[in-house]
């Protein structure tokens, strides 16, 4: 059984006194079922800062509840610290006070937390050539199949901005699918 959203404000409470001397600023803090492949995320547009757990992931592992709660009170507190969202050398001191080891959560394939999810497609339409990057490239950059000998301003590349990705289910879960 999944603690209340009740129970996981006290959970909060008992949690920000102990490892932040209360510091951390008020959250709300509520399931959602619609989370298919993170336990846990946090809003910082949302006033109060919202913070969000999967019921899916807690019913399989409960005990990584609080780690995960925690985790996302470590971004409640330094964004409201100094506006930092990362898991840089201060995330992760902190992560260590309150005694948890790593990053990721035992939790499977989840994706990192807070991930930034902007993709961007560099396609060359002489020869369709398609890669994905999670940066926008800092210089120009030309097809490398269509110009071998380093940049080629004949053959660039076109930027597309992935605006929304869907899991479909694993790589495994689509084969069977076609083998039907
Ligand atoms: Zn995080
Ligand atoms: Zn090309």
Redesign the pocket.
Known sequence: MLPSETDLQLLFAELNNFYFNGDVPVCRIRYNGRFSNSAGRITYSEKPLLIELSPKHFQKHPEALRETLLHEMIHAWLFDLNGDTGHGPAFRAKMKECGMTSIYHDLGNVTPYNESIKRYILR?E????ELLRKRLPAAAMS?????KRGYDPR?PLTVFEVLETREIGTTAGKAAFRGR
């Open positions: 060359c002489k020869c369709t050539l097809c490398g199949r269509c110009s053959f």
